[in-house]
């Protein structure tokens, strides 16, 4: 007995094993259009199973060789199998119309239509079928009147119809109509709404969706999920200034105290959009001091501004000077508090790199972190800008003492990290490039991707250019321009780099030259001679290690300096395709999708 079960489930697995295959390759045959091969599996798998898929795909290859003939037998025969199964008639109507019987064919579908049952699961069912044989009207004659039936709307299902016969107006109001019914399917509306404008669906969708946004809002002004896609449609596109506009009116009416605009202006300022940043932020700091995102703004505001004065846009001694009495009246505002030591720190980078008071800004440091309870992250944040202060003033032994210590309370994290590398960055400005080459090797692995691309980078610059002369006089001179450009001295580092190049006219620090140039000229807002030397770099040493690096601010600045977004997409295409272990590559994809977008290709039945 044992050994009859036992050579029964070998049989079975066996039977099952050349099933398997069987349907791996009829499959294989459709997909590489062999319907003649894929036609005679798929038929003896109908055979074996009965199963509906089988009798489908069995009928469109005999359909595709056109063996009407063979195509008829088997739905006649499925027909008698279930007479009730209206995807047969489908079937046969596909058939007829294939032969050149559109009347014939006509009454086939129309029958389905009359027929139709008020069972959700089929009316799916016959959609689909129809529309793998994209016959788009019946498939939305099934849904319609299916709605109808059992009080669904098919919303999703019918806006996809409508997608494929490239209606975009009427796939937008269904889309909408769904959002009006259920508020909560806002997530499926934007994913989809998405997919399509950044692909080659329909270059007119963009606007079509816009203008549907606004008048819905218009008819139904209390229907708030309208102006909510419409802040959503914005922000895909980037339309800050738009975006602000329709939060200030969502904020309004649903008093949220200035959440949204919070938001929006830390992207703006991270897009490099500063004027609608100072927008959004004014916006919070003018209606409410008592908001709980009161001290978000002003912190937020502030911000705009030291990063406008980091990249040169603001150089004014008489704005600068007021910009510091901003930060000393919020510091006198907010009080002694833990977030206050976050004014405290940029207000001391103002006055030591910008505003020639390294003595007060070390005082102002100093002061915080004895006072003051700090936590280990940001006492270290203090002490590693107090760290760079002392090197500014050129009091180096200073500097690595702070570097060290916020390292030392900051072992695991990012904090530390940064530390660690501007003290080995330090041994590098100083010549003790063994030292420094040691600690970034260490670096590489660390908790922040971008602090390891960057000891990687400088690890790499000290292996490239290392023994290079017995002296290492051009690597020396290097060195010396980075450490002029931290203490703000950009003047005598250009005149270090002029130097080292046309003394070492082909050394292989050239690119990292020009680069440093890109940098120096950026910190002084000449964004004509920024781009020159980070196009240099394009052109004649893109696959060194700061190619992508070049490629990528060369994108920024076309994109967001310049708004030459043609430009701007070259470059970000280039680093997509041309640099595919980039660390830029996702921000890069996802810029060139807003300005562009990738062409997807649409789904097929």
Same mark, same amino acid.
């Not at 007995?1 to 094993?17: E, G």
């Not at 200030?248 to 904020?251: V, W």
């Not at 501004?305 to 006198?332: N, P, R, T, W």
């Given at each position: 007995?044992?050994?009859?079960?036992?050579?029964?489930?070998?049989?079975?697995?066996?039977?099952?094993?050349g099933?398997?295959?069987?349907?791996? =390759?009829?499959?294989?045959?459709?997909?590489?259009?062999?319907?003649?091969?894929?036609?005679?599996?798929?038929?003896?798998? $109908?055979?074996?199973?009965?199963?509906?898929?089988?009798?489908?795909?069995?009928?469109?290859?005999?359909?595709?060789?056109?063996? $009407?003939?063979?195509?008829?037998?088997?739905?006649? %025969?499925?027909?008698?199998?279930? #007479?009730?199964?209206?995807?047969?008639?489908?079937?046969?109507g596909?058939?007829?119309?294939?032969?050149?019987?559109?009347?014939?064919?006509?009454?086939?579908?129309?029958?389905?239509?009359?027929?139709?049952?008020?069972?959700?699961?089929?009316?799916?069912?016959?959609?689909?079928?129809?529309?793998?044989?994209?016959?788009?009207?019946?498939?939305?004659?099934?849904?319609? %009147?299916?709605s109808?039936?059992?009080?669904?709307?098919?919303?999703?299902?019918?806006?996809?119809?409508?997608a494929?016969?490239?209606?975009?107006?009427?796939?937008?109001?269904? $889309?909408?109509?769904?959002?009006?019914?259920?508020?909560?399917?806002?997530?499926?509306?934007?994913?989809?709404?998405?997919?399509?404008?950044?692909?080659?669906?329909?270059?007119?969708?963009?606007?079509?969706?816009k203008?549907?946004?606004?008048?819905?809002?218009?008819?139904?002004?209390?229907?708030?999920?309208?102006?909510?896609?419409?802040?959503?449609?914005?922000?895909?596109?980037?339309?800050?200034?738009?975006?602000?506009?329709?939060a200030?009116?969502?904020?309004k009416?649903?008093?949220?105290?200035?959440?949204?605009?919070?938001?929006?202006?830390?992207?703006?300022?991270?897009?490099?959009?500063?004027?609608? /940043? &100072?927008?959004?932020?004014?916006?919070?700091?003018?209606?409410?001091?008592?908001?709980?995102?009161?001290?978000?703004?002003? &912190?937020?505001y502030?911000?705009?501004?030291?990063?406008?004065?980091?990249?040169?846009?603001?150089?004014?001694?008489?704005?600068?000077?007021?910009?510091?009495?901003?930060?000393?009246?919020?510091?006198?505002e907010f009080?002694?508090?833990?977030?206050?030591?976050?004014?405290?720190?940029?207000?001391?980078?103002?006055?030591?790199?910008?505003?020639?008071?390294?003595?007060?800004?070390?005082? &102002?440091?100093?002061? /915080?972190?004895?006072?003051?309870?700090?936590?280990?992250?940001?006492?270290?944040?203090?002490?590693?800008?107090?760290?760079?202060?002392?090197?500014?003033?050129?009091?180096?032994?200073?500097?690595?003492?702070?570097?060290?210590?916020?390292?030392?309370?900051?072992?695991?994290?990012?904090?530390?990290?940064?530390?660690?590398?501007?003290?080995?960055?330090?041994?590098?400005?100083?010549?003790?490039? +063994?030292?420094?080459?040691?600690?970034l090797?260490?670096?590489?692995?660390?908790?922040?991707? =971008?602090?390891?691309?960057?000891?990687?980078? =400088?690890?790499?610059?000290? #292996?490239?250019?290392?023994?290079?002369?017995?002296?290492?006089?051009?690597?020396?001179?290097?060195?010396?321009?980075?450490?002029?450009?931290?203490?703000?001295?950009?003047?005598?580092?250009?005149? $270090?780099?002029?130097?080292?190049?046309?003394?070492?006219?082909?050394?292989?620090?050239?690119?990292?030259?020009?680069?440093? #140039?890109?940098?120096?000229?950026?910190?002084?807002?000449?964004?004509?001679?920024?781009?020159?030397?980070?196009? +240099?770099?394009?052109?004649?040493?893109s696959?060194?290690?700061?190619?992508?690096?070049?490629?990528?601010?060369?994108?920024?600045?076309?994109?967001?300096?310049?708004?030459?977004?043609?430009?701007?997409?070259?470059?970000? #295409?280039?680093?997509?395709?041309?640099?595919?272990?980039?660390?830029?590559?996702?921000?890069?994809?996802?810029?060139?999708?807003?300005?562009?977008?990738?062409?997807i290709?649409?789904?097929?039945?």
């Open positions: 007995m044992k050994k009859l079960l036992i050579l029964y489930l070998c049989f079975q697995f066996a039977t099952v094993s099933q398997d295959e069987k349907v791996r =390759l009829a499959y294989q045959y459709y997909q590489e259009k062999d319907f003649q091969k894929a036609s005679v599996l798929f038929e003896e798998l $109908y055979e074996i199973t009965g199963a509906q898929v089988y009798f489908s795909y069995a009928v469109n290859c005999l359909v595709e060789i056109k063996d $009407y003939q063979q195509a008829e037998k088997i739905i006649k %025969k499925q027909m008698r199998r279930n #007479k009730n199964d209206l995807i047969n008639y489908i079937e046969l596909y058939l007829l119309k294939n032969k050149g019987d559109e009347e014939e064919s006509l009454k086939q579908y129309e029958f389905v239509i009359k027929n139709l049952n008020p069972d959700k699961n089929d009316i799916f069912r016959l959609a689909n079928s129809f529309m793998m044989k994209r016959e788009y009207e019946f498939a939305l004659q099934t849904y319609k %009147k299916g109808k039936l059992i009080k669904y709307s098919f919303h999703p299902e019918i806006a996809n119809v409508y494929f016969q490239r209606k975009s107006q009427e796939m937008v109001d269904e $889309y909408l109509d769904l959002l009006e019914e259920e508020p909560s399917q806002a997530e499926l509306v934007q994913n989809n709404f998405q997919a399509r404008m950044t692909s080659n669906y329909d270059e007119g969708l963009k606007e079509i969706i203008k549907s946004l606004i008048k819905r809002i218009q008819r139904s002004p209390n229907e708030y999920i309208f102006s909510e896609m419409l802040l959503w449609f914005y922000l895909q596109e980037s339309d800050f200034r738009s975006a602000i506009i329709q200030k009116s969502l904020d009416r649903l008093n949220e105290g200035g959440m949204r605009l919070v938001e929006l202006g830390n992207m703006a300022k991270s897009n490099g959009s500063y004027a609608e /940043a &100072l927008d959004a932020f004014e916006y919070i700091l003018e209606k409410d001091k008592e908001s709980m995102f009161y001290f978000e703004a002003k &912190l937020g502030l911000e705009v501004f030291s990063e406008q004065i980091d990249k040169g846009q603001i150089a004014d001694q008489e704005d600068l000077l007021k910009i510091e009495k901003m930060y000393l009246e919020s510091i006198v009080g002694d508090q833990p977030q206050t030591i976050r004014l405290i720190k940029d207000l001391a980078h103002l006055q030591a790199f910008y505003l020639n008071k390294a003595n007060d800004a070390i005082k &102002l440091l100093l002061d /915080a972190i004895e006072k003051s309870k700090l936590d280990p992250l940001t006492k270290g944040a203090c002490k590693t800008e107090l760290g760079d202060i002392y090197l500014l003033i050129n009091r180096v032994s200073d500097a690595i003492l702070e570097y060290a210590q916020a390292a030392k309370l900051n072992e695991n994290n990012e904090t530390g990290d940064m530390a660690k590398f501007k003290r080995a960055t330090l041994a590098f400005y100083t010549g003790n490039f +063994q030292w420094a080459q040691a600690q090797d260490v670096l590489k692995t660390g908790t922040s991707k =971008l602090i390891a691309n960057d000891a990687f980078v =400088l690890s790499m610059l000290i #292996k490239d250019n290392s023994g290079m002369d017995s002296t290492e006089t051009a690597l020396k001179y290097f060195a010396k321009a980075e450490m002029l450009l931290q203490q703000n001295k950009q003047g005598e580092a250009l005149k $270090y780099l002029d130097t080292l190049e046309n003394q070492f006219k082909t050394h292989s620090l050239i690119d990292d030259v020009l680069y440093l #140039k890109a940098r120096i000229y950026e910190k002084q807002g000449n964004s004509e001679k920024t781009i020159y030397y980070l196009e +240099q770099i394009a052109a004649n040493y696959f060194d290690l700061l190619g992508d690096e070049a490629i990528f601010k060369l994108a920024q600045i076309y994109d967001f300096q310049i708004d030459d977004k043609k430009k701007a997409m070259e470059y970000y #295409k280039k680093i997509i395709f041309d640099y595919s272990g980039s660390i830029y590559v996702v921000d890069s994809r996802k810029r060139f999708r807003i300005l562009r977008g990738e062409k290709p649409e789904p097929e039945y």
